[in-house]
């Protein structure tokens, strides 16, 4: 008995011996464990952290490469069109001729009249010897001569940097001109001249409160303009000093390799680390000259953040850290006196650590989740960055297609003014254009704002039709536009916002339907639910392009969304369009539909309840005259005829020119010829043109044949005239669109045509004296020259104190109006507004309207809570500042 206590008493020593080697090889492993984990979390986060802070200093390099790249293209279009401007002025100067009296101290009076009313403080003549005539100014010494001379005597225009006899620096430029000197010789070039300091400021090369320093070289590093002084040391010194004695190599490696670009004619873009500084030096030639603009963006400011934010990541990384080590205490802590206590509860605390592993893969999965979705948005944020231009592209179209037609018809001055007023109104949408990109932020935050005032639904779609008719012309893409039902022209809403939302939906329809391709416009009214002040109306554009997919119409409103096909690949676009537009119409109470099909196109269905103007609509009647339409389109043509039945004529239609020439034959065969017929051009048979020419050999001159199209007719305008077109109407076909152009026909029969078609813009304003108070030479030039041609006469303030001066001093209601710019010296605009409305005068009360560059909804109520009545922006529009005149002065 006693031997089998005793082996029984050993068998529960070895089990007990057993059971605590168990729990000393778990708590050992538990303890290495911990250890391990705790330095793999410190090494993780410590790498994560480094990697981290160099990511950051590569994403500041890139920020600052772009901001460089963008700011240098900026300065150098500013720099070009600053020099345009001047060499135009020196041109104007040089138009003046030599009196045949050779009375040469008059000509030389007019020659410095002119160029200082322009603004210049230097001219003379220059010989083919490099010798200077100052008519004006004190003498000059052109510091780089040779490459200004053989320019000019090549009958280049050239620029270059001179000096006067006081040391000043001086920008001169130079145009050929040949006259008698007074030396007997004959000049080859008239030259004018203005201060280095002038030429800064235009290139915002002294400005204080930019990150950058900026410099205009010669292509040997000697200083041309430098940050508003003009100066002639080396720029590559200063390379030399960025590096140190100890790193002349690399500076002069760097040197050689920016010498290079610069003899190729490419640009040079680097950072440059030295041991005491780095910065990004980005180099690129400016027009007009073999000058070179240089501009350097420290890094040390940059550094010095993101020294401070990876000191504060750091910090957070070993706060986490030591959150995690600490629960880590904890939670082995527990597990190891549950280990002490039994096996069972170690086992139990296992699977509890298993669960919270799982959660925590769970957590990560979501995190990982989160982590791409925000990537995806940055990379649809960036690719918006760099396709931007697609969004302006259309209104650009236009503009250089238009001026290119102007140029190529100099001698036509009818297709001058038409190429110039669609130039106009193509950069009024591109300004608004760049308005809603600067506003993009409010757009994404909901907090976009709307400027509510009149609009006239003909001038919309015809503003839209001369932007996409470029485009349109381009891709030989069949184009037509249809109205019907049009009550009410004249309503209330954002005109910015709606021709913008209309160029979005037309410009996807001309980038997505190939060519030979057709795209419908279709604009119709009804009565609004929302009551007998408002017109519901519709919307159509469609087209026969490409189409999406079903997948893509869920979320073609989303920010940044494009359809990811080959179909859209080589297609530029921001993927912002359609989010834009969707947020205008919602903002107008608005709504808009899609529906499409692969291959088959596209048709989008705008709704808007639009505010009826309160405004007296002209009285539009026309004499019962017997007219004839012409189109293939039915629509078309029973809108045109309820149009023109309202305004009084007796109108008759077709679809084609073989029964349109029936109806003419017969109308004279009885003799009650038409008045006046209007043959669309592109009819199905014979055309416009064929139709004109037989109706002109079968029945003469007599009857007025007009041309509609919703195209530009520039191209076939000598063919129609010549066939016997006698004028042109633009689609789409409003009552007031057929009245006006009806009504010269109209007046010449009536023997009344310049009453009824030579009235001039502003014609009510002739001899009304306004106050304009502008700070910039320039501005007041033109606003002087444009408003002048009105009949307005103009007295100028240089600033809003001068403004208050010249107010305060003239006699009661001397003045009809002030013009007021915002931003001045000495007095800014709102100030002298509030001074002129404190004054105890009668006329104090005159009305003051806003001209300026600042253009956004806040800065107009801004102009409105200091007391202005309206508010224009520029670039000047004359019809719009006519338009605000006469509604305050004759209210």
């Known amino acids: 008995m006693q031997l089998g206590f005793w082996i029984g008493l050993d068998i529960r020593r070895n089990l007990e011996n057993e059971k605590k080697q168990k729990a000393d090889k778990s708590i050992r492993f538990l303890v290495i464990s911990l250890a391990g984990v705790c330095i793999l979390i410190i090494g993780l986060f410590t790498l994560l952290s480094a990697y981290m802070n160099k990511r950051s200093t590569k994403t500041i390099e890139e920020v600052g490469r772009m901001y460089m790249n963008s700011m240098n293209e900026q300065i150098v279009l500013h720099y070009e069109t600053v020099i345009s401007l001047r060499l135009s002025q020196i041109n104007a100067i040089a138009d003046t001729i030599m009196p045949k009296d050779d009375d040469r101290e008059a000509f030389l009076d007019t ?176 027009p007009y000259s073999e000058w070179y603009l240089v501009t350097r963006l420290p890094f040390d400011y940059l550094d010095a953040v993101i020294t401070d934010m990876g000191r504060d990541w750091t910090h957070m990384v070993y706060i986490a850290c030591g959150i995690m080590v600490v629960a880590l205490l904890l939670i082995f802590g527990q597990s190891f006196k549950m280990a002490k206590a039994q096996m069972q509860e170690l086992k139990e605390a296992s699977e509890t650590a298993n669960q919270e592993r799982r959660a925590a893969e769970e957590a990560r999965r979501v995190a990982e989740k989160a982590q791409g979705e925000a990537e995806h948005a940055n990379r649809a944020k960036s690719e918006f960055l760099s396709n931007m231009s697609h969004d302006i592209r259309t209104p650009m179209n236009a503009i250089v297609g238009m001026t290119t037609i102007a140029i190529a018809n100099m001698n036509n001055m009818e297709q001058v003014q038409n190429c110039l007023k669609k130039i106009a109104l193509s950069s009024k949408h591109l300004l608004g254009l760049i308005n809603d990109v600067l506003d993009m932020s409010k757009i994404e935050s909901g907090k976009m704002t709307l400027n509510i005032d009149q609009v006239s639904l003909r001038e919309v779609m015809d503003n839209i039709v001369n932007i996409v008719q470029p485009q349109v012309k381009a891709k030989r893409q069949h184009f037509n ?334 003045y009809e109006a002030v013009l007021m710019d915002v931003r001045m010296p000495v007095m800014n605009g709102y100030e002298a507004t509030r001074a002129i409305r404190a004054l105890e005068r009668e006329d104090s009360n005159l009305p003051i309207i806003a001209m300026t560059a600042d253009a956004f909804s806040e800065d107009v109520k801004k102009c409105l809570d200091s007391g202005m009545n309206a508010h224009v922006a520029k670039p000047i529009d004359v019809k719009e500042v006519c338009r605000q005149l006469e509604k305050f002065i004759f209210g």
């Open 481 to 814: 536009i249809f109205i019907h039902d049009i009550s009410v022209e004249n309503v209330c809403c954002d005109n910015v916002r709606l021709n913008q939302v209309m160029i979005n939906l037309l410009g996807n329809a001309v980038k997505f339907t190939p060519e030979e391709g057709a795209i419908n416009v279709s604009l119709f009214e009804e009565e609004s639910p929302r009551g007998e002040d408002y017109i519901r109306t519709h919307l159509y554009v469609k087209d026969t392009g490409i189409g999406m997919s079903k997948e893509y119409m869920t979320k073609i409103f989303d920010s940044f969304s494009r359809e990811d096909t080959a179909r859209v690949q080589k297609t530029e676009g921001t993927g912002l369009g359609m989010a834009i537009t969707k947020y205008i119409v919602d903002a107008m109470d608005g709504s808009i539909e899609v529906e499409s099909e692969l291959g088959r196109g596209s048709e989008f269905h705008v709704i808007l309840d639009l505010l009826k103007a309160r405004v007296q609509e002209a009285d539009m009647v026309l004499p019962n005259w017997n007219m004839l339409v012409v189109d293939d389109d039915e629509q078309l043509c029973a809108s045109a005829v309820a149009a023109l039945k309202a305004i009084g004529v007796i109108p008759d239609w077709c679809l084609n020119a073989e029964e349109a020439i029936r109806k003419v034959d017969e109308k004279h065969r009885n003799h009650d010829d038409y008045r006046v017929i209007m043959l669309d051009w592109k009819l199905p048979g014979m055309d416009g043109i064929t139709a004109a020419r037989e109706i002109r050999r079968l029945y003469g001159d007599d009857i007025p044949i007009l041309l509609i199209s919703a195209y530009d007719w520039s191209d076939i305008e000598d063919e129609a005239r010549a066939a016997g077109v006698t004028g042109f109407i633009g689609k789409p076909l409003f009552k007031s669109t057929l009245y006006y152009g009806l009504q010269p026909y109209v007046a010449q029969d009536l023997g009344e045509l310049n009453a009824a078609s030579g009235r001039m813009e502003g014609v009510k304003l002739g001899g009304k004296r306004i106050l304009l108070a502008e700070d910039n030479d320039i501005n007041w030039e033109i606003a002087n020259e444009l408003l002048s041609a009105v009949g307005l006469e103009l007295d100028w303030a240089e600033n809003g104190q001068i403004c208050l001066d010249k107010f305060r001093e003239s006699p009661l209601y001397y």
């Open 111 to 286: 020659l410095e009249y002119s160029a200082q009313a322009r603004g210049f403080t230097y001219l003379a003549f220059y010989s083919g010897d490099g010798e200077f005539e100052m008519i004006y100014g004190e003498k000059v010494e052109v510091l780089d001569p040779q490459p200004f001379l053989n320019s000019l005597k090549k009958g280049q225009e050239k620029i270059a940097v001179a000096r006067d006899t006081a040391g000043n620096g001086v920008v001169l430029m130079g145009i050929p001109y040949s006259v008698p000197m007074e030396d007997g010789s004959e000049s080859i070039s008239l030259v004018g001249g203005f201060s280095t300091e002038y030429m800064s400021e235009s290139l915002f090369l002294d400005e204080k409160d930019t990150l950058v320093d900026s410099y205009v070289i010669r292509n040997d590093g000697s200083y041309v303009l430098r940050g508003g002084s003009f100066a002639t040391q080396i720029f590559y010194d200063r390379m030399y000093e960025t590096f140190g004695e100890q790193n002349i190599e690399t500076a002069e490696y760097h040197i050689q390799e920016m010498k290079t670009a610069i003899e190729a004619g490419e640009n040079y873009s680097v950072v440059l680390r030295g041991p005491y500084s780095k910065y990004h030096l980005y180099c690129i030639r400016l």
